[in-house]
């Protein structure tokens, strides 16, 4: 089955607006005409101004977070509510700094994603496992468990609306990217597990990112895999004369 690929950026926690905005407008530019889907995700405080830009393009607009409640007493946290008014169509969830960092669980992450979900957003959830788990022999039991935890209570229909961000946390920010061997056998693996709670025509349809250190000198070879469908890029999303080539490849 042929998919769609998937290209994404998540400029994390950089760029002023007027930053964001000089990209988003390269962007939409320059991937016009480009035959794959497209995503970037700004820090909140630019989402405004890259929706504006973005809007009615083949560019979508993503969040990088939402909170696991609809509204309320939650200082500091933005709702699905507030991520709606703004035209975001796309929320990334379950990233490894959230996970790690911020210590969110695979409990949260759920709520989160179904909350998502519910509201109409499409969800990129990131499974991932460290160097550590990676050593032990672990990669494939801690991304079966965060897949299936962060997909808990998500119906088949609902699936449609998910992208899988395989993410090894070794390889995000760090320069060293894994094998395209070493990364298909964990997207492939995903897909089974897919398969086997969905039904193998879900686990066609879904799309499997990687991200960690994608570049333009190595995107092709990623993509070249069976079941790698996309990339889910950091660093080299923060600029266009890296993410255009990355978007762009053939
Ligand atoms: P890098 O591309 O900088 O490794 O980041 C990957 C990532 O975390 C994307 O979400």
Same mark, same amino acid.
Request: hydrophobic fraction near 40%; aromatic fraction near 6%; charge should be negative.
């Given at each position: 089955m042929s998919r769609?690929y998937f290209?994404?950026?998540?400029?994390?926690?950089?760029?002023?607006?007027?930053?964001?905005?000089?990209?988003?407008?390269?962007?939409?530019?320059?991937?016009?005409? /480009?035959?794959?889907?497209?995503?970037?995700?700004?820090?909140? +405080?630019?989402? $405004?101004?890259?929706?504006?830009?973005?809007?009615?393009?083949?560019?979508?607009? %993503?969040?990088?977070?939402?909170? @696991?409640?609809?509204? *309320?007493?939650?200082?500091?946290?933005?709702?699905?509510?507030?991520?709606?008014?703004?035209?975001?169509?796309?929320?990334?969830?379950?990233?490894?700094?959230?996970?790690?960092?911020?210590?969110?669980?695979? @409990?949260?992450?759920?709520?989160?994603?179904?909350?998502? #979900?519910?509201? *109409?957003? $499409?969800?990129?959830?990131?499974? %991932?496992?460290?160097?550590?788990?990676?050593? @032990?022999?672990?990669?494939e039991?801690?991304c079966?468990?965060?897949?299936?935890?962060?997909?808990? %209570?998500?119906?088949?229909?609902? #699936? @449609?609306?998910?992208t899988i961000a395989y993410?090894?946390?070794?390889?995000?920010?760090? *320069?060293? +990217?894994a094998?395209p061997e070493d990364a298909e056998a964990i997207h492939a693996y995903i897909r089974k597990v897919i398969a086997?709670?969905? %039904?193998?025509?879900?686990a066609q349809k879904l799309i499997i990112q990687y991200?960690?250190?994608?570049?333009?000198?190595?995107?092709?070879?990623l993509m070249a895999k069976e079941n790698i469908d996309g990339a889910?890029?950091? /660093?080299?999303? #923060?600029?266009?004369?890296?993410?255009?080539?990355?978007?762009?490849?053939?």
């Amino acid at each position: 089955m042929s998919r769609q690929y998937f290209i994404a950026g998540n400029w994390k926690m950089h760029k002023t607006r007027a930053e964001a905005a000089d990209l988003a407008k390269t962007l939409v530019l320059q991937l016009k005409d /480009g035959k794959h889907k497209y995503l970037v995700a700004p820090s909140f +405080t630019s989402l $405004e101004t890259v929706g504006a830009i973005v809007k009615d393009t083949n560019v979508l607009l %993503g969040a990088q977070d939402v909170a @696991a409640e609809e509204q *309320g007493a939650h200082t500091g946290e933005v709702s699905v509510l507030q991520l709606k008014d703004l035209g975001v169509q796309v929320v990334i969830l379950g990233h490894s700094e959230r996970r790690h960092t911020y210590k969110e669980d695979d @409990a949260l992450i759920n709520k989160k994603v179904k909350l998502a #979900l519910k509201h *109409g957003f $499409e969800v990129i959830l990131c499974v %991932g496992e460290t160097l550590e788990e990676r050593e @032990a022999g672990q990669a494939e039991v801690v991304c079966e468990s965060q897949t299936l935890w962060g997909l808990s %209570g998500v119906s088949a229909i609902d #699936l @449609a609306k998910v992208t899988i961000a395989y993410e090894p946390v070794w390889a995000i920010g760090t *320069g060293k +990217t894994a094998s395209p061997e070493d990364a298909e056998a964990i997207h492939a693996y995903i897909r089974k597990v897919i398969a086997r709670v969905y %039904g193998e025509e879900s686990a066609q349809k879904l799309i499997i990112q990687y991200g960690g250190s994608v570049k333009p000198d190595n995107v092709a070879q990623l993509m070249a895999k069976e079941n790698i469908d996309g990339a889910l890029v950091g /660093g080299a999303a #923060l600029k266009s004369d890296t993410f255009v080539p990355i978007a762009q490849f053939s």
